[in-house]
């Protein structure tokens, strides 16, 4: 089996080394970097399938990295940073990260978010550069062509805005979207006053496809964030 390659970026020794102690027990390849101009020639020819990124490095702010990452690449970025802000989360989401670690992180989360990752890339892999018009995840099925909605087989009646959030959810499954691409995307702009339409119409599309809304199992809220599809 081909196993993963993995390129962490991360200047402190200690959290370094903790990352690549972990990644050798779960048998990925990996690939160091400590500065964000190495990172990025590391990107080109590592060729990784998941970045795993610090954002505070000595010559270069790890958001500007995931800006110059993604004028190229949807190569998964998993943040991993004392920053601990929503801003400065959602800063680094709406640059193009995937996902966002605080330090100081639980390994088993790391490894839970990057396999989610990998699934991603997987799928994508096998789509071959063409969308299926079929999503599947778990009981939830999105037919495109169509325009239909299912869950356990019954139909589910969305209306238009709740259907476009939950196609783009779906086509981001795994990646935690920001309420300001959702605006951007959804209502073709992200005023900060269009936010509590997006809950409103969030809470709805819940109620809709969840069995039980409180506890869902296909919509994670990430408070003062956004939003992500999970993988069933």
């Not at 978010?113 to 995840?137: D, F, H, K, M, T």
């Not at 087989?153 to 935690?176: F, M, S």
Request: negative net charge.
């Amino acid at each position: 089996m081909v196993k993963s390659k993995i390129l962490v970026v991360e200047d402190d020794p200690a959290i370094s080394n903790l990352i690549r102690t972990t990644l050798e027990t779960q048998n990925y390849q990996y690939h160091t970097a400590k500065t964000g101009s190495s990172a990025l020639m590391d990107a080109i020819s590592y060729r990784p399938d998941v970045i795993i990124l610090d954002l505070g490095l000595p010559d270069m702010d790890g958001v500007e990295i995931i800006e110059k990452v993604r004028g190229w690449t949807n190569t998964p970025i998993i943040v991993v940073s004392a920053r601990s802000e929503d801003q400065d989360k959602v800063e680094a989401l709406d640059a193009g990260a995937d996902d966002y670690l605080t330090k100081p992180f639980s390994i088993d989360e790391l490894l839970a978010r990057l396999r989610v990752a990998l699934r991603r890339v997987r799928a994508e892999g096998e789509r071959a550069g063409e969308e299926s018009n079929i999503y599947q995840n778990g009981e939830l099925r999105i037919d495109y062509a169509a325009g239909c909605v299912y869950l356990a087989e019954e139909e589910v009646h969305l209306t238009p805005i709740e259907y476009k959030l939950l196609c783009l959810l779906a086509r981001n499954t795994g990646k935690v979207l920001t309420h300001n691409y959702i605006l951007k995307e959804v209502w073709g702009s992200a005023l900060a006053s269009d936010t509590p339409s997006l809950r409103v119409f969030m809470a709805t599309l819940r109620k809709k496809i969840e069995k039980t809304p409180s506890q869902p199992r296909y919509i994670q809220t990430h408070i003062g964030v956004g939003y992500r599809m999970l993988r069933q």
